[in-house]
């Protein structure tokens, strides 16, 4: 029988102590793969450098923009964080005035009729890399007299200012000044006289005080401001020194065919202008009136005619009208003061000019207001 034999062979199994072995677990392992991924960015070397660009208003401003080799990407211009143009399209709100000029490696931007706001940084973006260039505009400068009247009047010892305000302009200006005087041709030479005009003085700032005016500082001072632009910007003021009038009394013979004329000059320098008065041994008279002004001075003549015998005159019983003798004085005044020059005649005028028939009596000047001149003192100074 196979039963009991089989019971049998599992009990000697037991009996014997031998014991079967635990099983086994087993825990399936996973393995983990990582990759990285490394994209590298082309960036190109700039073929333009870094520019300033200084650009008058009104001009044009020309931006450029190269590199060595695109590689594909588009180029970008912006300014103040704005952007202005990407390749051919154009961003600028003001888009008439900008324009962008592609090439093979590179691009310029350009803007029409600069402005003063156009001025600052403008940045070309070639993919990771950036140029930047700088826009100065040169703003036509513009100056005006400070009074706007362009005339500053003075009495003659008193300060005075002369001004000028700069209404425009970019950048800061330079100021200088010069001084259109004739009195300045003087000291160098009458055929100067057009640069004389411009004759430069040592003043650099918009405002300039002269302590103590003279009357040789009248004359008309141009305030220059300059800032770059091609010419610069010129305010003019007039300085008027008011003073007493300053006179000189010459004569002059003309001798004519038959009659010898007598013609006695009163120049007069004098701001305001003064009214001039001849007058003959003390007495006011009428006379024609022949004046002629210069850039300085006024000239009045008195011409006192048949004062003595012409080269062809034969007449030997004529005789000069002792009424005609006497002392000729020319008197010149404004609010400032008065002067006066006198010219006594003496005799005929000889037709051969070898006797004089004249002297000089007096030229005299007041430094005092007019309504003062009866109370002042007069000093006279007598030539032969």
Known sequence: MKMPILIWVFM?????????????????????????????VYSPTFATDPRTFVVNEGNNITL???????????????RANKTLAVGDTVYEEDGNRVHVQNRENGSTIVIREAEEKDAGEYV???????????VQIIVRPEVEPDPKS???????????TLSCKV?????EMAINWELESVRCARYYNWSLYKTCQGYPIFWFGL??????????????????????????ATAEIRLEVQHTPILSLTPSLDYTRYWTELMLMCSITASPLATVEWYKDGQMIEVEEDVTTGEEQVTHRLHLKEMGQGYNNKNETWVLDQDRLGLYECRARNMMGEASGAMEIISSCDRD?????FKRVKEIEKLVPAQLVNNTEVNNEEED
């Open 12 to 40: 000697v199994f037991i009996h014997s102590g031998c014991k079967s072995k635990p099983p086994t677990t087993t825990t399936p392992s996973t393995t983990t793969t990582t990759r990285t991924t490394t994209t590298t």
């Open 64 to 78: 450029p923009c190269y590199v060595d080799d695109l590689g594909g990407l588009q180029i970008i211009w912006e």
């Open 124 to 134: 070309c973006k070639v993919g990771a890399v950036e140029l930047k260039h700088t």
């Open 150 to 160: 362009g005339v500053v009047t003075v009495k003659e010892g008193e300060p005075a």
């Open 167 to 171: 209404t425009r302009g970019n950048p």
């Open 207 to 232: 405002s300039n005080i002269i302590p103590e005016a003279r009357r040789w500082s009248s004359g008309v001072y141009r305030c220059k401001a300059n800032n770059g632009w091609p010419e610069p």
């Open 353 to 357: 000019g070898q006797v004089q028939c």
